[in-house]
């Protein structure tokens, strides 16, 4: 089982619509999450984090966490094609400094 | 305020052969991170530094892979002697302590794309 799961995709959605990336986690004792967006051939770029469970809203993104079922994911309001890209959920364990990453969503918004 | 950068940008070498790369952090961060993507596979966590010293090296595939951070300030990353199986890209991230609690926001480096032929 790897650490950090995510579908790979690609998603699909069409402009405007709500985009819904999930990932789930082994590690109980994980405690800080983050979500990552990557373009193609950029480095990754912070988008959120979330260590508390419930929601947090950060203008279209929306990012929830349920650690009972090691779940966060993160949802894009009127998603813009400027939103395709690939999506990384990264996990903090206990210790609070190694990022586990998993593998990536590829998110196409279509015009 | 300048981003993480990494030098070089790219880089082809033959197996055998020694690279060094390179990360300066964003100024004022103790934390350093090296992470290594390989084609189709998840970012890899590396190591961890805290100003100089290593806190974590659990990641490091084997010793021919050195790391260091001389001075707090830089890192450097020497593969010695490299392999077909290291290529893929190497980020650098750094992050600033904010103490206990909170989460440790880490900002990437566009990158060294490492190929070994």
């Known amino acids: 089982q790897k650490e950090v799961e995510q579908n790979s995709g690609p998603l699909s959605v069409p402009e405007g619509a709500i985009a819904s990336l999930n990932c789930t986690y082994s590690d109980r004792g994980s405690q800080s999450f983050f979500w990552y967006r990557q373009y193609s051939g950029k480095s990754p770029e912070l988008i959120m984090f979330i260590y508390s469970n419930g929601d947090k809203e950060d203008g279209r993104f929306t990012a929830q966490l349920n650690k009972a079922s090691q779940y966060v994911s993160l949802l894009i309001r009127d998603s813009q094609p400027s939103d395709s890209a690939t999506y990384l959920c990264a996990v903090n364990g206990a210790g609070g400094f190694k990022t586990i990453f998993g593998a990536g969503t590829r998110l196409f918004v279509k015009a | 305020e300048a981003g993480v950068t990494q030098f070089p940008s790219h880089s082809v070498i033959e197996k055998g052969q020694t690279v060094t790369l390179r990360c300066d952090p964003i100024?004022?961060?103790?934390?350093l991170y090296w992470y290594r993507r390989v084609m189709g596979k998840e970012i890899k966590f590396l190591l961890h530094f805290v100003k100089e010293s290593k806190q974590d090296e659990s990641g490091m595939p084997n010793n021919r892979f050195l790391a260091e951070r001389t001075g707090g300030t830089y890192s450097t990353l020497k593969v010695q002697p490299a392999e077909l199986e290291d290529s893929g890209v190497y980020f650098c991230?750094?992050?600033?302590?904010?103490?206990?609690?909170?989460?440790?926001?880490?900002?990437f480096g566009p990158g060294t794309r490492l190929t070994v032929l």
């Open positions: 991230a750094s992050s600033q302590y904010l103490g206990t609690g909170a989460p440790d926001t880490q900002y």
């Open positions: 100024s004022g961060h103790d934390n």
